[in-house]
């Protein structure tokens, strides 16, 4: 809807209706730097209305896993019919490429719905019998209740149903908070549901910030299980506030994902895959440090010239920068940069660009670059990552586990792993 000045006015989905707040943020069009958009600034009194929807709807809807199933097609259908809109929107309002967001966020948000509507029908219990004692015992899965969704600003919509749709296909109502930088998909999202044919109540998004919604939401008694990504700080806050409740949680952090590329690699293959991975989803602080640390910036910020059109003088644009002679000491080495930048650094064995590799304190995804199958394999099992790519990248089976090692988080996500966290599994026995 339009706000003040005609600038776009969002509103929070909670019971299946759009509801004003008393307060909003301004969020700004990264091309310009100008406001744009005015997102509710949402505290306990939202969060505390989304419960009460949540809690009204989940009797009905976790009991119907078939419906569940046609929901979920059906708002996969809407959201592809709306591709286009939704492109441009998450492009303006995040600051990526439209043809990224039309190839990539949009259609893997499309197909998380379709993918979770088709599993939540084929997953398997597990059956035993203890014949001498005339015992049958099987196994069984029910949603938690009210499960609370935070996700990114990186990877708004595509983040986004990749936790909602798991947990509405497993039975239960969620309360999701999207990123307050880039809240504007989500918000066209929740005018398909209706539409969908989601209950009201099922899917209910509250807007705002970490310190008044968050916390609002994650410290809730009457909500069992977090599913988060996003930094460390904010995810050790989450836990401080969610352990005396002893609530579920699954925390997908940072990363600091090294490309390795040995000599016999295929260059032509990996130097475009490394650059688009490298610079692809976009800090300037990060190559003042680098610069006082000795190393050399090969090109990019500080080095080439950066020319932008008037309108976009106040934007956030940033020249894709290389950086090498630097140390592993270094922060840029270290820390997860949200920018292209990439840091270009030799070795000469394998023992010493996995020690090297592994000596981050994430560990989330590996890219290793050879034609040598036999060092593919032994690479990869001794990299410390949740993940490997082996002379490809971004490849994901959603059948397969998602998630990292040491501070990359906790717990993983796909099929198996989302079923399993948004369901509690129960043991019957029955004597016969």
């Not at 798991?166 to 539409?195: D, F, H, Q, Y």
């Not at 590799?357 to 560990?363: E, L, M």
């Amino acid at each position: 809807m339009a706000g003040r000045g005609g600038l776009l006015m969002l509103e929070n989905f909670i019971g299946g209706k759009f509801l004003p707040c008393s307060s909003y943020l301004d969020s700004y069009d990264p091309s310009t730097g100008e406001v744009y958009c005015h997102v509710p600034n949402s505290g306990k009194e939202e969060v505390e209305a989304a419960v009460e929807a949540a809690r009204a709807a989940f009797p009905g809807w976790s009991s119907r896993p078939q419906e569940r199933s046609q929901v979920l097609q059906r708002l996969a259908d809407l959201l592809e019919q709306s591709l286009e809109e939704l492109a441009q929107a998450e492009s303006k309002d995040q600051g990526k490429t439209i043809t990224l967001a039309r190839t990539m966020d949009i259609p893997r948000a499309v197909h998380n719905f379709r993918f979770f509507a088709s599993s939540i029908l084929h997953h398997t219990s597990e059956c035993t019998q203890m014949d001498h004692l005339g015992c049958l015992h099987y196994t069984v899965r029910a949603p938690v209740g009210i499960a609370a969704l935070i996700s990114p600003w990186n990877l708004p919509l595509y983040l986004l149903t990749w936790k909602i749709a798991p947990a509405i296909a497993a039975g239960n109502t969620v309360i999701a908070k999207p990123s307050e930088l880039t809240s504007v998909t989500a918000w066209m999202m929740c005018r398909l549901l209706e539409k969908a044919g989601v209950p009201p109540g099922v899917v209910n998004i509250v807007f705002g910030t970490g310190p008044r919604v968050g916390e609002a939401l994650v410290s809730h008694p009457e909500v069992p299980l977090i599913s988060f990504t996003g930094s460390q700080p904010t995810a050790e806050r989450i836990t401080q506030l969610s352990a005396p409740y002893c609530k579920k949680l699954s925390l997908e952090l940072g990363g600091k994902n090294p490309a390795i590329i040995f000599e016999d690699a295929n260059l032509a293959e990996c130097i475009p895959t490394t650059v688009r991975s490298s610079f692809a989803n976009q800090v300037r602080s990060y190559i003042k440090k680098a610069r006082m640390e000795g190393a050399q910036i090969l090109c990019g910020e500080g080095v080439d010239k950066l020319n932008l059109p008037p309108r976009n003088q106040a934007g956030y644009f940033m020249l894709p920068t290389v950086i090498t002679d630097v140390k592993d000491e270094s922060c840029c080495m270290k820390e997860e940069i949200f920018g292209p930048v990439t840091c270009v650094v030799p070795f000469d064995s394998e023992e010493e660009v996995i020690q090297r590799a592994n000596n981050v304190k994430y560990g989330l995804a590996a890219t290793v670059w050879s034609g040598n199958v036999g060092r593919v394999h032994r690479v990869a099992k001794k990299l410390q990552s949740g993940l490997v790519w082996t002379n490809c990248w971004l490849i994901r089976e959603l059948n397969l586990p998602f998630g990292g090692m040491k501070s990359s988080g906790v717990g993983r996500e796909g099929a198996k792993d989302s079923y399993e966290f948004f369901t509690e599994v129960k043991t019957i026995t029955v004597k016969h």
